[in-house]
């Protein structure tokens, strides 16, 4: 399971090792990574050991003024494309993701799109499903674990459950991977790559607990 490889470099939750392995399997070595929000690109963040470790370019998303501020700061001479606004849950706003993306200074395609985070501790669920032009190898989507896998969660200010992201990610081509705290999916034509195993939300989800526990251990 690549919740096995979980290791924090910027990341709170192990995102860090178990991305890394993922874009080892499939063999994904430069591209274009999102991330929002992305506080002050550093803090917590699921894509800074790639934008700032290696060669990948960014796309940074962070709607709180004082910590765009920090973004800027420490992106100075990096390749990177900072915005300050909110992502819009609907396709036709100017802030949508698919939007925001169309603007930015890189000419993305399915072909170099390796990652999208998309952590907004609120309406994640409708964020992913606006989604239509822009549909990245690897997709990291927080969600509210404490319910459990049979349950359907969604909202607009609470998160959303594995089993209803993992449905609407299906829906949209992509198979869940791993549950880290967030759903961890892969674009299923790259499917091929990943080894062989129970990729279920009954196998892969963890309870708060075994979270918890998990994030004790990579202090």
């Given at each position: ?31 274009i990574v999102c991330e929002f929000g992305a506080w002050d690109g550093i803090t917590f963040s699921g894509t800074a050991a790639l934008w700032k470790d290696q060669d990948f370019k960014a796309v940074l998303i962070e709607s709180d003024t004082g910590k765009y501020i920090q973004l800027l700061n420490n992106t100075v001479g990096r390749n990177t ?139």
């Amino acid at each position: 399971m690549y919740v096995n490889y979980a290791k924090n470099i910027y990341t709170y939750n192990g995102d860090d090792g178990i991305i890394a392995k993922l874009f080892e399997d499939l063999h994904i070595t430069d591209g274009i990574v999102c991330e929002f929000g992305a506080w002050d690109g550093i803090t917590f963040s699921g894509t800074a050991a790639l934008w700032k470790d290696q060669d990948f370019k960014a796309v940074l998303i962070e709607s709180d003024t004082g910590k765009y501020i920090q973004l800027l700061n420490n992106t100075v001479g990096r390749n990177t494309d900072c915005y300050n606004c909110g992502v819009s849950k609907d396709r036709g706003d100017y802030y949508s993701i698919d939007n925001i993306l169309s603007r930015c200074k890189y000419d993305i395609t399915s072909d170099n799109f390796a990652l999208m985070i998309i952590d907004i501790d609120s309406y994640d669920y409708y964020v992913f499903e606006s989604m239509d032009t822009y549909l990245p190898k690897v997709c990291v989507v927080e969600v509210s674990s404490g319910y459990q896998p049979h349950q359907d969660h969604i909202s607009t200010d609470s998160g959303c459950s594995l089993k209803s992201i993992t449905e609407l990610a299906e829906k949209k081509g992509y198979k869940l991977i791993c549950h880290s705290g967030n759903a961890i999916f892969v674009r299923e034509d790259l499917i091929d790559k990943i080894p062989e195993g129970d990729y279920s939300v009954e196998n892969l989800w963890l309870s708060p607990e075994k979270l918890l526990e998990k994030e004790r251990r990579l202090k």
